[in-house]
């Protein structure tokens, strides 16, 4: 039997550990308050340096910052305290350790997105849905979606056939309709012409003031979201008064295991549309691009391209599929350069849950943090003449946390094989059978948000026949 007394020792070394344990969480927060806060400048009062940083290219704000401050620079944008940072190593600390940085959106952007979208959580409910994307995004899942895939950018590419277009505007209808078929599976072509026409209006509103108010972009793209998630709720109760197994997203969605409500289904399907379309969109735009004012890696694209294409007529198979994908190397490494050189996501945003120490310096709770991928990807430590489009750099592997066009850490990018695979199809018919030239202003970005070249990229299509 223990006696009093044992009790009373246990009770005090007890009590002992734990004001132990509380100094010395004490000694280290207010160690860390006293930390030197990253060298940069905030700008004027509230607005900080969000006018110097939006009345120029980003790009060149972060350049010149960096020059000046190192690779870890504070500033104050859009009314946030904020952390600039642009070594491969920050980048991946911030990225990955997501209980001390979470992801921070403005709150318009959450409620027309679907507040339970995958982007805005952390914890459970995201490993739930992330496996969940990650189950029907895989390769072994998209492997049996090639022929569909190529059938809609067949379809789209004889509708250019001849004409003036402007690349970024057809893209998008390409990715979006292959969204749909990830999401919808077979069945995409039913809803297609009412998901775009509420996902059109719901994007115009998507950059607007957001101000509720009858009238505004704001109110119609509010209104277009809610009869979005009607949409899929009409296809949710459908799929449920039959039996059949689907193998798109929305099945993987509905799955009974995965406990999901039908708001949070729509918020994520409007979500993963979102995340798919206007991205893939962007860097087949700039893959056109570069193609055309680089003649030789276009021509080796097409020889890569035309081998394919003989080596299926000789063994009259029809159609592509996932095993001529994986030969297709050099056009792989044609869309890893444009992933890198075009750097369509800039930056992204997180924030920090406590305060954190990184390298001497304090990052303070609440403040957000943006990993530069763009200055990462455009650094010369990084890349040898980074301005330089050149697909063989890719000949061979970056060095470690230097080339993240999908992210990293848990939010990394679940659809990047299926990013890839819609583009290599794509470029396989647009290389093989036709031509183009581009039209207007050549050089020029704009950021709408995603970096895109001039006016969305005026071309004109023909057919080599
Ligand atoms: C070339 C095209 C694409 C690029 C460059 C891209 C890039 C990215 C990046 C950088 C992130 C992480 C953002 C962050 O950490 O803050 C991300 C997340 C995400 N992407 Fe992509 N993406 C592309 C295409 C796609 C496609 C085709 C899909 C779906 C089919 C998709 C679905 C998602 C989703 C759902 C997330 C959120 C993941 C999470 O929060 O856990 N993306 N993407």
């Given at each position: 039997m223990e006696g009093p007394s044992t009790m009373f020792s246990l009770f005090a070394s007890f009590l002992f550990i734990f004001v132990l344990f509380k100094t010395f969480i004490k000694f280290l927060v207010s160690k860390r308050q006293h930390l030197p806060l990253p060298p940069g400048s905030m700008g004027?009062?509230?607005?900080?340096e969000t006018f110097q940083m939006y009345s120029q290219d980003p790009n060149v704000f972060f350049a010149t910052k960096i020059k000046r401050y190192g690779s870890m620079f504070k500033s104050h944008i859009l009314g946030c305290p904020c952390v600039m940072i642009s070594s491969p190593e920050a980048a991946k600390f911030v990225l990955n350790k997501s209980h001390l940085f979470k992801p921070t959106f403005p709150a318009s952007k959450e409620r027309m997105l679907g507040k339970q979208a995958i982007f805005f959580h952390q914890g459970e409910y995201h490993s739930n849905l992330r496996r969940l994307v990650l189950r029907t995004f895989m390769p072994e899942a998209i492997k049996n979606i090639v022929p569909s895939i190529e059938s809609i950018a067949q379809d789209c590419i004889k509708s250019w056939e001849g004409r003036e277009i402007t690349t970024f505007l057809e893209m998008k209808t390409f990715t979006f309709n292959v969204a749909l078929l990830s999401i919808?599976?077979?069945?995409?072509v039913l809803y297609r012409d009412d998901l775009k026409r509420c996902y059109y209006t719901l994007e115009k509103g998507y950059n607007s003031m957001p101000i509720n108010l009858l009238g505004t972009l704001f109110h119609k793209a509010m209104k277009a979201r809610k009869e979005l998630a009607q949409i899929v709720a009409q296809i949710i109760s459908r799929r449920r008064q039959g039996n059949q197994d689907y193998k798109d997203l929305l099945g993987s969605f509905m799955?009974?295991?995965?406990?999901?409500t039908d708001e949070q289904i729509a918020d994520n399907v409007i979500g993963v549309i979102f995340a798919a379309r206007d991205t893939t969109a962007s860097v087949l735009t700039w893959i056109v691009k570069y193609l055309c004012e680089n003649p030789s890696v276009l021509q080796a694209v097409t020889e890569e391209q035309e081998s394919i294409l003989k080596s299926k007529k000789e063994n009259e198979e029809k159609g592509l599929n996932w095993e001529d994908a994986k030969k297709m190397q050099i056009t792989s490494r044609v869309i890893q350069e444009t992933l890198r050189v075009a750097?369509?996501?800039?930056f992204t945003f997180r924030e920090a849950v406590e305060d954190v120490e990184y390298q001497g310096h304090l990052i303070p709770k609440g403040w957000k943090v943006l990993p530069l991928f763009r200055n990462i990807h455009h650094s010369p430590d990084n890349f040898?003449?980074?301005e330089k489009f050149d697909p063989s750099r890719f000949e061979a592997a970056p060095k470690p946390n230097t080339f993240m066009p999908f992210g990293s850490g848990i939010h990394a990018c679940p659809g990047n094989e299926l990013a890839k695979l819609e583009m290599l199809v794509l470029l396989h018919h647009l290389t093989t059978k036709y031509r183009w030239s581009m039209e207007g202003a050549k050089n020029g970005i704009q950021y709408g948000p995603f970096a895109l070249p001039q006016n969305g990229l005026p071309i004109t299509l023909y057919s080599k026949n």
């Open positions: 004027y009062p509230y607005i900080g919808f599976g077979k069945e995409e799955e009974e295991k995965a406990g999901l750097s369509i996501l800039s040898k003449e980074p």
